[in-house]
């Protein structure tokens, strides 16, 4: 089955990665390099954000309500809108004042400058809403199916492969370790996992061409 990154980029067409990279002003093996890297990352973010029950509930909250996805069956009409306010919205719930450091990380794992990277993850954070909305629909997930889902989607991608995410996010990717001589600022315990390399991702992806 197919995870997310797959699913996204199988949904872009040449249409709308060729929107993409002209909004962003760059070319498309560059976006899809970016793509490849930004999602990962947000998922992350969830990720980190669902280790605690009120993360996945408010989570649980947003998706019900304002993303069913839709916004996948027509990816070109929301591209063509151009910037997202949501997306902005979206990524403050899910990063807060850390967003800068994610976008500096995910341009250094992907080549592209960080400049674009702020720009491109907007356009992605509802694309990811609407997928984890759809996916928790037709699961008819609960709380707990969907701190399941985000958990495995953010494994599955490889968010604990981009090096410097952890550090970001307080190492809860891979079990908080680096924090563990800190009791008082210990995140919550998550297994080990590593996740698909982005590398083997991006030979995926790149081989559709």
């Known amino acids: 089955m197919d995870n997310m990154l797959d699913a996204v980029m199988g949904s872009m067409g040449g249409n709308e990665l060729g929107m993409l990279s002209s909004l962003l002003g760059s070319d498309n093996e560059m976006v899809q390099k970016g793509v490849a890297a930004a999602i990962p990352a947000i998922l992350g973010g969830l990720a980190a954000n669902t280790k605690q029950q009120s993360g996945t509930e408010s989570l649980f909250n947003a998706l019900n309500k304002d993303h069913d996805g839709s916004i996948l069956d027509n990816l070109g009409g929301f591209l063509g ?35 674009l990277i ?85 030979g995926r992806i790149l081989g559709r061409r």
Do not use: N
């Open 81 to 115: 809108q151009g910037e997202s306010p949501d997306g902005a919205g979206i990524l403050g719930h899910i990063f807060g004042d850390k967003r800068p450091q994610v976008e500096q990380t995910v341009a250094q794992q992907s080549g592209l400058p960080s400049g």
């Open 118 to 202: 702020a720009k491109l993850l907007p356009m992605l954070a509802p694309i990811i809403m609407g997928y984890l909305g759809r996916k928790m629909r037709e699961g008819a997930l609960d709380t707990g199916g969907l701190g399941g889902l985000v958990q495995g989607e953010a494994k599955s991608t490889g968010a604990s492969s981009i090096p410097g995410l952890e550090d970001i996010l307080g190492g809860v990717l891979s079990g908080g370790q680096a924090r563990q001589q800190q009791p008082q600022q210990q995140q919550p315990q998550q297994q080990q996992g590593g996740g698909g390399l982005l590398g083997s991702i991006l």
